[in-house]
């Protein structure tokens, strides 16, 4: 459909449809259709529960969801521009490719061919189970939402072209598990050369496995068998045949998870990247300087109860990694608080994902997304600030997608960060005449650019303790698996 001077090309399958016999097994090719396929209206999203962000509504949701979205400005086939794939976030259980902050049309309009791309989420993307195992030649299951994602970009090698598309110069990005996506995908043997260009917004993974062994294949296998006793199903094939709503109500968040599979991700991202293995395409990569602020309510924390607080979230973490947070008063603990989440989710991994692509002796740019924006009171968003997918609305310059009172300073910046953003995909360096000078990351010090109305170079956040996770995590690594 044309929408001004672009075309919107909505709901185009890149797959068959995940169902019945296919439920839990690779993407399939989509079956061929006759005649001309209408593409004037999103796909419904894959089935979840919830949502991926306050004040987002999903019209619909059905396991058939393997689908994706183009935008484009070019006239004819011929054009060759370059390509934004953009991977949704949403912890691996919620999110779509046609929530309207990601319509990819501001971004096109500065010369680039927009995809946004579905993938299976909570246990339709991650079960593993032996039987699911014993079907494959790699024995190996789980990881079907990132077998979609490579499924999307092969569908783009194939047929951007016919988009105005140039299918050499692919850049593949996401946010939150969109990023972590980004991440596994540029590890994958399974993805290489499917890509040239990497973005990684506020997600990566590389935490010891120690600390998450449930992505240990036999662990998620042994969680697999769990699930489908719960469910009263004794094999596979009875776990295919269930209704999907019953498969979703079970899972409750429970399986969403990557797992060290032996095919798809044969090694830890981590161990890639220290190994120099991963795909060594430029990459942008950064965090915002509050994540956590969306992500928990800290309001009760106080300085007794710092240490009692973190436990009950995240369960025991060694001794070091609360202390490198201090404080004395409440408000200081509820501040640490914070910047201990942050640090723990987003930060370190952010850090060591450009530390070790730089070390490679790839082109890395990073960035602190530090602006606030006016999220007003009365709102789901009210005193968040640069928290957790704060700079979406930035980045997309889909400031009109909130009715929230922007200022001068905020369309400033979303100017200058799509303007950053399509560089990079044009070019693999986000620098150019229109935007301040960003240099790139040359190691552990930075630089990176702090993203506000006013950009400025700066170096991470809280270098000690980062520096304390750097050292626990080196001995977790040396510890037995469990």
Not at 30 to 35: F, L
Not at 229 to 245: D, I, K, N, W, Y
Not at 409 to 417: I, S
Not at 420 to 446: D, E, I, L
Request: aromatic residues 10%; hydrophobic residues 45%; contains cysteine.
């Amino acid at each position: 459909m044309r929408d001004g001077d672009l075309l919107a090309y909505k709901g185009v399958p890149f797959a068959a449809a995940p169902v019945g016999a296919l439920r839990w097994r690779a993407p399939e090719a989509v079956v061929p259709w006759s005649g001309v396929r209408p593409a004037t209206a999103f796909a419904p999203a894959c089935l979840q529960n919830g949502v991926s962000m306050p004040g987002e509504v999903l019209s619909r949701t059905s396991e058939d969801c393997l689908y994706l979205n183009v935008w484009t400005p070019a006239a004819n086939w011929a054009a060759k521009l370059p390509v934004l794939v953009w991977i949704h976030g949403g912890g691996f259980t919620n999110g779509s490719a046609s929530m309207p902050l990601y319509s990819g049309d501001r971004l096109a309009r500065r010369g680039i061919v927009v995809v946004t791309v579905a993938y299976r989420l909570g246990a339709f993307g991650f079960l593993a189970h032996p039987e699911l195992s014993a079907e494959t030649a790699q024995k190996s299951s789980g990881n079907y939402a990132f077998r979609d994602q490579i499924a999307a970009l092969q569908w783009v090698q194939r047929n951007i072209g016919a988009f105005g598309g140039d299918p050499t110069r692919v850049t593949i990005a996401g946010q939150s598990a969109g990023a972590m996506s980004v991440n596994i995908l540029m590890a994958s043997p399974l993805a290489k050369g499917l890509f040239h260009r990497a973005i990684g917004q506020s997600g990566g993974f590389f935490e010891p496995v120690q600390l998450a062994p449930q992505y240990l294949l036999a662990n998620a296998e042994r969680d697999g068998v769990a699930f489908a006793a719960s469910l009263g199903a004794t094999s596979v094939e009875a776990l295919r045949r269930l209704p999907p709503e019953a498969v979703l109500k079970a899972n409750a968040g429970r399986i969403s998870h990557p797992v060290i599979d032996r095919h798809v991700l044969p090694r830890t991202p981590f161990e890639v990247c220290s190994e120099r293995r991963q795909t060594p395409v430029p990459l942008l990569v950064g965090v915002n300087a509050e994540e956590a602020r969306s992500l928990s309510d800290v309001s009760k924390v106080t300085a007794p109860s710092f240490a009692a607080d973190i436990t009950k979230t995240f369960g025991p973490l060694p001794p070091p990694l609360i202390e490198a947070y201090p404080f004395k008063t409440d408000g200081e603990a509820r501040a640490a608080r914070i910047a201990f989440e942050t640090d723990l989710r987003f930060g370190w991994n952010m850090w060591t994902w450009a530390r070790l692509h730089a070390a490679a002796g790839a082109p890395v740019f990073s960035y602190r997304f530090a602006q606030h924006p006016p999220f007003p009171q009365g709102s789901p968003y009210a005193g968040w600030g640069p928290a957790h997918f704060a700079e979406l609305w930035y980045m997309f310059d889909h400031l009109d997608q909130a009715p929230w009172p922007w200022r001068a300073e905020d369309r400033r910046l979303a100017q200058t960060m799509a303007a950053y953003w399509v560089n990079f995909v044009k070019t693999g360096n986000p620098n150019g005449a229109s935007v301040p000078a960003w240099p790139a990351f040359a190691g552990s010090t930075g630089p990176l650019l702090v993203l506000t109305d006013k950009p400025t170079v700066g170096t991470p956040d809280r270098p000690n303790a980062l520096a304390v996770f750097d050292s626990v995590y080196t001995q977790l690594r040396g510890a037995p698996l469990r």
